[in-house]
């Protein structure tokens, strides 16, 4: 399974709006600044999580964005289905079916081993995506960049007034 670049700079950019002071919200550009992103492909994810009920874009001179819901109510899973969509990363064609090892019809009542255990590990990476909120990330003390982080957004806020 891999996940498009778009998964990472969501999560990330969620991770931003986490911090933020209830209420306030971030314009895109300055969103896509916190990490040198290209702003236009940021703000089509943006969209996005906008349809999904993850964040809501709000209008005027100090709109942009902030989370729709507290980020204890947001999980990783969230998000990813935001971008990424809710279809099987696997799809079965039922390539048994065909060739001269396909069988009669009868034999295919259930699915077979391979769809089985791909269908198991999707179910293992969206179960395990779905115990993380955003809360849960939003601060790691591991990391200095969280700190940078609330210091950058800390300027950002004041130069908006």
């Known amino acids: 399974m891999r996940f498009s670049d778009g998964v990472e700079w969501s999560v990330h950019s969620c991770l931003v709006l986490a911090a933020l002071p209830e209420g306030v919200g971030l314009p895109g550009a300055k969103l896509a600044e916190f990490h040198s992103l ?6 089509k994810h ?3 999580l906008v ?22 109510e947001i999980t990783v899973a969230d998000v990813v289905t935001a ?17 001269p090892g396909a069988g009669q019809p009868c034999e295919y009542q259930t699915a077979c ?6 269908g ?3 179910q293992a990476w969206r179960s395990e995506l779905s115990k993380w909120t955003l809360a849960d990330l939003a601060f790691d003390p591991a990391s200095a960049a969280y700190l940078r982080q609330d210091a950058w957004l800390s300027d950002v806020l004041e130069a908006r007034g």
Do not use: K
Request: with cysteine; proline share 5%; charged share 25%.
């Open 83 to 99: 971008i990424e969509g809710n279809r099987s990363a696997f799809r079965c064609t039922e390539i048994r079916r065909q060739g």
């Open 38 to 43: 290209p702003a236009a492909y940021l703000a």
């Open 46 to 48: 943006m969209q996005a």
């Open 51 to 72: 349809r999904a009920g993850v964040v809501e874009s709000i209008p005027g001179r100090h709109g942009g964005y902030r989370l729709a819901r507290p980020a204890s």
């Open 113 to 118: 081993l391979v769809s089985r255990v791909m």
């Open 120 to 122: 198991g590990a999707e």
